[in-house]
């Protein structure tokens, strides 16, 4: 399985923790990383060894962030070529069908609509854990 760095991009705390949770109960032992707003995801991303050493190997992001929205950085990261192909999972709160749209248009990987009930956030985390860690093939 692939042992780089998980990017959690989350405002809430409590999201992130249970976040983190559910990864140690799928059995992810890759590190996650949490940012909380997407200012601070861009300088961690644009601050990365041009060598790829420490670079995440998916990103999971709320659409609604503080200082830059999800979006705002999906597209920042879309348009750099060393992070371009980096997978990205919008994981949010909103189900809004502009949200879904503006976000697949952005190139978002995936988007996922958070479970509220921890064992549906245990099953969808199992899910990405066997899909984009152990199945899906990289340039990492």
Known sequence: ?????????????DDAFFLQR?????GVSNDVVVLSDGEAAVEYLAGLDASGAGSPCLVLMDVKLPYRSGIEV?????ASRRLATLPVIMMTS??????????LESGA????V????YTELTQLV???????????????
């Open 94 to 103: 909103s189900n809004e069908p502009s949200d879904v749209q503006r976000a």
């Open 74 to 78: 999906l597209q920042w990261i879309r």
């Open 109 to 112: 990987n995936a988007y996922v």
């Open 22 to 26: 559910a990864f140690t109960t799928a």
């Open 1 to 13: 399985m692939n042992q780089h760095p998980i990017l959690l991009i989350e405002d809430s705390s």
């Open 126 to 140: 199992t899910a990405i854990r066997d899909f984009w860690l152990r199945y899906h093939r990289s340039g990492l």
């Open 114 to 117: 958070k479970p509220s009930a």
